[in-house]
């Protein structure tokens, strides 16, 4: 802002707000007198010779006193009067701050009316004109005089110029005097009125940061300057301290609110000790002062550090980690590193476990952890831990007791054979481990498991449990290998395994063979046969002996008779009369010895129907009963009889004679009419048929009993009681009936035996609640009438039903089939069937271990079939369910009626055999010219892969394995294993010796894997791919499935694309037609299928065929005018090519 030049302005400000805007001058004159006014300026101030010092905006503001005027001045000045222009008036203080004090004062209208005057006359010489404020304290002597420039801000409406001042560097709380004055060359200084004020205080101002007069390790000692009091005299400090941050600058840029950090001092003194520090650590300190007015700004932060000490005492020693013979010892920091850090620790052991401690340094290093090893088990040890900075060591840790680690003991020596080793068992022996690991091995377990053909048979089996170091096995299978192994057990668990050692049993004699079975089987002959037994033991079976097992003494004892003995195996038994029973059983012979005899079979001759029984005597026994008797035939055909047939009938007459069933004579016949003539003839009946009649005979029926009743009818059911009533009978003979009698049959299957008709009811009432019936069963119930001349017939049976319930458990549960891969079962009806009909069966199977499967089956306990699957469901009285080859299965059966699942029937186990390699037919050219003739032919295998061997090395070494002996051509061999290949020899003998071994044939055998591999073809490409039907908007498309049967069934993948685009999935399906629908009208598609299979196998794509969809269809009218227009340029045409040959 440009200051001290006074002149009339061209404009007035409109607004109050430009106040402090200020106005100059030099804004109402020329650019031209703008530049000469400026540098006149210059050189007056040069040479001014009186100066008054000023502090306002840290200048020095100068009073010019030479009589020189800026030249736009001169004409106005010229012409003014003589006597000085008005004073300016009081200046007015219109506010105060602790930064700055703004004055405003008026210059007279008649200096602006001069100034005017001197514009319009542009004279070349004038007087210059300055107005400022000047400030001098009242109670100082010789005090500086601050002078401030004004400048103008506002014209008042009296024509009046406001000028204004800002005051920034006066002394706070001091008493000044102010007063304006305008100065010109001419009349020097004129002075207004002045005016008293006094200078606000405020806070004082901000300190310096504090210093660090003394220090220690736990304390430290600060003193800071004095701050200027600004108005008022300092009466409290306050000092703040904090934990260093960050890398400890001092930024005093970043405004950190007071009281973030913790107050420690707080009082007038400009010193204090600060204690309860941290040795060694860093800190930030700031100070602030107070008057009267309030709180100076924060010093700047400072940093101050304690001095450093040794670490605080470690927690003690840990075990992180333990093991056999090691143990991870770790340890943790000392809260307090002492303010350096720490560079190493001193870890100390003491084994002796004396009152005494000899500590030993294990380790010395800066890590925190460290392995001790080897540690002895169960030994005890101490230990301690201190740390090391650079000032020096902390104290020990507390002392930390930790023992080695024991364990199970290291392996046994491995199985070996001690002696005495049969067919069937061994004894074994073994060494102690060579560690305990702190326990005494307390007992040894041996495990078993079975080797054939070089692989192991299931898992291994503990065969001994106990303190000694031998053994005895036993109920082992001759001529078999056996793998053994040993752990060792002590109070601290079980080693590992002892190296594995096979052991082989030696031979004997052959097992038992299947029973024998029918070959043919007619009246007075029986022919059975038999097969080799399963196991040989180590020898071939050279003949067979077949017994015949004869009970004695009613059944309490048994005989065995050699009825054959020979190599074949066959035989045939002559004169047996029919239906006679023969018990036989088969032994196998080889080099070790006989055999034991395998499970008896018996066999019974062929029967036939019974002969003709002969009637005693047949006699009327009361009215309307007769009792006939008859003797059994001297025949019975070799089957028991069951049955004998009566046949009563009316003579004379044409009623519907009485035919009765019985088991034994004599029989009594109801029913008659009293004083009749009867004709009876008996016939006898077996298992195989109906024998011949009797003679008849004639007899005359008694008077008597009253005719039986109607059925009894039921009038109420429940599940174990059914409600009855009955009528009087029709006719009484003669008689009124005195009682009734109801009597109950429970229904039972023609397999069961039935226990007869029980009275249940003897009285005059006619109603009766039969209680006690088993839930869901069917009863017959009926009732007859007696007189005084007897009881007359029973009713009709009325059968009744008790609420159905669900049925019991199936019966005869039985495998009839075992294979690699499926289990068939056939089974019986339920004896109960919940009074409804079964209508299916489930057949639930579980997967077990051999271990528990062998736990189930000994124990012979009912199990549940919670964990089991369905794998079969359907009215079947039999079916085949899907297996894994050697596994372990048990099987219930669950019977299913309308009410629901009944109770399952006891499960039955079953294991499938091991995969077996499909039989190879290898067969050979007999010898030429052998003289005498070959009697036998010697067929062996050797794996491939083995050293090659010459005839001789074959049989001095035995490498070979024997296939067959015998004097044909031809064999199946089943013994080679899959996946393998052989060398296959064969070499002829007869009277004179041994002949030469032919020479190799190899014999390659697929696995099972390679065999499914080759199995899992692709399925065949689908044909005839074409279109059905086509509409505007959907395409029928049909294939057909390509060639090859026995393949599981096929899913077909449809796809179609339109035009050139690319191919789509529209259907998955197994059908071979499918209707693609939403395609766009007239419009082409290209489709193709392929084939895929479960396994995840396809085939490849069908060529690519092209079909359209139809086009919209035109209107009637638009057709019929393509019509008539196609049948005019016909006959346009037409008449051209007449008009041409014209």
């Known amino acids: 802002m440009k200051k001290g030049f006074l002149c009339a302005p061209k404009e007035t400000p409109k607004q109050s707000g430009e106040l402090n805007k200020g106005r100059d001058a030099e804004s109402f004159i020329t650019d031209t007198e703008k530049e000469n006014h400026m540098m006149e300026k210059e050189k007056a101030f040069e040479s001014n010779d009186g100066k008054i010092k000023s502090r306002a905006n840290g200048s020095t503001a100068e009073v010019v006193k ?141 300190p310096e940061a504090p210093s660090v007069s003394g220090k220690g390790k736990n304390h430290l000692k600060l003193k800071w300057t004095p701050p200027e009091a600004r108005g008022s005299p300092v009466n409290l400090y306050e000092v703040e301290l904090r934990a ?107 084994e002796t476990l004396e009152e005494t401690p000899q500590f030993t340094v294990q380790y010395n290093g800066p890590e925190k952890q460290f392995l001790m090893k080897p540690v002895v088990c169960g030994r005890k040890y101490r230990f301690r831990v201190r740390a090391f900075n650079a000032v ?23 199985v070996q054979l001690a002696g005495n080793l049969t067919a069937h068992g061994m004894t074994l022996t073994w060494t102690p481990p060579m560690k305990d690991n702190g326990s005494a091995v307390q007992l040894y377990q041996v495990a078993m498991r079975r080797i054939l053909d070089g692989m192991p048979m299931g898992y291994f089996e503990i065969v001994y449990n106990g303190p000694e170091l031998v053994c005895e096995v036993g109920r082992l299978f001759p001529a078999c290998v056996y793998e053994f192994c040993v752990v060792a057990i002590s109070a601290l668990g079980t080693s590992a395994p002892s190296p594995s050692t096979c052991i082989s049993t030696a031979g004997a004699p052959p097992g038992p063979p299947p029973p024998p079975f029918v070959l043919q089987n007619e009246v007075g002959k029986l022919t059975v046969g038999w097969t080799l037994p399963d196991i040989c033991n180590g020898a071939p079976v050279t003949s067979f002996r077949v017994e015949r097992i004869v009970s004695d003494d009613g059944g309490r004892s048994c005989t065995r008779e050699l009825v054959h003995e020979g190599s074949s195996i066959c035989f045939s038994f002559q004169g047996l009369a029919p239906g006679s029973a023969i018990t036989l059983s088969v032994s196998a012979i080889n080099m070790y010895g006989i055999g034991p005899s395998s499970l008896p079979a018996t066999f019974v001759t062929p029967c036939t129907p019974p002969g003709r029984p002969a ?82 005979l004639k007899f005359s029926s008694d008077p008597g009993a009253p005719a039986a009743p109607e059925s009894p009818e039921i009038t109420r059911v429940t599940s174990q009681s059914v409600m009855l009533s009955w009528q009087p009978p029709v006719r009484t003979n003669g008689a009124d009936v005195e009682e009734f009698s109801l009597q109950m049959l429970e229904v039972v299957s023609s397999l069961q035996a039935s226990a007869g008709f029980q009275t249940m009811y003897t009285g005059s009432l006619r109603c009766f609640e039969v209680m006690g019936l088993r839930p869901g069963t069917s009863y017959k119930f009926r009732v007859c009438a007696k007189n005084a001349a007897g009881q007359g017939p029973y009713s009709i049976p009325a059968i009744g039903t008790t609420d159905a319930v669900p049925p019991g458990p199936p019966l005869a549960v039985t495998l009839t089939g075992v294979t690699t891969s499926s289990l068939k079962v056939k089974w019986s009806p339920p004896a109960f069937e919940g009074g409804s009909p079964v209508t299916s069966y489930s057949v639930l199977v579980a997967e077990l271990a051999d271990d528990r499967a062998d736990d189930r089956a000994g124990k012979g306990k009912k199990q549940s079939p919670g964990g089991a699957k369905e794998a079969w469901r359907g009215s079947a009285m039999s079916c085949k369910v899907k297996a894994a080859p050697d596994t372990q299965y048990e099987i ?235 049948v005019l340029v016909l006959v346009v045409l037409v008449y051209g090519l007449l008009r041409s040959n014209e």
């Open 66 to 206: 030479q009589e020189k005027v800026a030249p736009a001045l001169a004409p106005a000045l010229a012409q003014a009067p003589v006597a000085p222009p008005p004073p300016p008036s009081s200046p007015e203080m219109v506010s105060s701050s602790a930064e700055r004090l703004v004055f405003q004062w008026k210059v007279q209208a008649e200096t602006v009316k001069a100034v005017q005057e001197a514009e319009q006359k542009q004279a070349e010489d004038c007087h210059t004109l300055d107005t400022y404020l000047a400030l001098t304290e009242c109670s100082a002597k010789n005090s500086e005089t601050i002078v401030c420039q004004g400048a103008c801000c506002e014209k008042t409406a009296d024509g009046h110029l406001m000028f204004q001042t800002e005051v920034t560097n006066f002394r706070f709380a001091v008493n000044y005097k102010a007063v304006a004055c305008i100065k010109t060359n001419k009349w020097k200084v004129v002075e207004g009125q002045g005016i008293e004020i006094e200078s606000p205080g405020t806070t004082p101002s901000r």
């Open 615 to 696: 009637i005693s005597q047949a006699s009327a026994c009361g009215a309307g009963r007769a009792t006939i008797h008859w003797n059994a035939p001297e025949e019975d055909g070799g089957s028991p009889i069951t049955l004998y047939k009566v046949y009563v009938h009316l003579k004379g007459s044409s009623q519907e004679p009485i035919q009765v069933l019985t088991e034994s004579s004599p029989l009594t016949v109801d029913s008659l009419s009293p004083g009749s003539i009867y004709v009876v003839k008996v016939l006898a009946m077996n298992s195989f048929g109906n024998g011949d009649w009797s003679e008849p």
């Open 892 to 1126: 219930f059966l669950v019977a299913h009626n309308v009410i629901g699942p009944g109770v399952p029937a006891p499960s039955v186990f079953a294991k499938t055999p091991q995969q077996q390699a499909a039989p190879v037919r290898v067969s050979w050219l007999p010898c030429k010219d052998a003289n005498p003739p070959v009697r036998c032919f010697k067929l062996v295998a050797e794996e491939l892969g083995s050293a090659n061997r010459d005839s001789q090395s074959l049989e001095e070494e035995e490498a070979a394995k024997e296939l067959y002996v015998g004097s044909g051509t031809s064999t199946d061999v089943t013994s080679l294993v899959p996946g393998c290949s052989y060398n296959l020899f064969v070499m002829a003998e007869n009277d004179v010796g041994r002949g030469a071994w032919s020479l190799p044939t190899l014999v390659q055998l697929k696995s099972i894997q390679e065999k499914k591999k080759s199995r899992e073809l692709p399925p065949p490409v689908p044909a005839d791919l074409k279109l059905e039907k086509a509409t505007r908007t959907s395409l029928k498309l049909s294939w057909t499935p390509g060639g090859g049967e026995g393949r599981e069934r096929e899913t077909f993948q449809l796809e179609i694309a339109e035009g050139s685009g690319s191919f789509e999935c529209v259907y998955t399906g197994t059908d071979t037609s499918f209707t693609v629908m939403k395609l766009k009208n007239n419009c082409r598609y290209r489709a193709r299928v392929k084939a895929m299979t479960k396994s995840g196998s396809a085939s490849r794509y069908t060529e690519e065929q092209s079909f359209k969809t139809l086009a919209p269809v035109e209107s009637k009218w638009r057709t019929h005018a393509l019509s008539i227009l196609a």
């Open 244 to 350: 260093l941050e960050g890398d400890g600058a001092d930024d005093d840029d970043t405004f950190v609110p007071w009281g973030s950090a913790m107050l420690v001092h707080k009082s007038p003194d400009c010193k204090c000790e600060v204690k309860s520090l941290k040795p060694g650590t860093a800190y930030q300190t700031r100070v602030r002062a107070f008057n009267r007015y309030g709180a100076s700004q924060p010093s700047p932060w400072v940093c101050v550090v304690t001095s450093a000490t040794v670490p605080m005492q470690p927690p003690p020693p840990y075990v992180s980690q333990v093991g056999l013979e090691w143990m991870l010892i770790a340890w943790q920091p000392p809260e307090d590193d002492g303010g350096t850090t720490i560079n190493r620790y001193s870890l100390e052991v003491d």
């Open 392 to 414: 020096g060591c902390s104290q020990f840790s507390n002392v930390m007791e930790a023992s080695g680690v024991c364990g199970a003991p290291s392996p046994p020596g491995p």
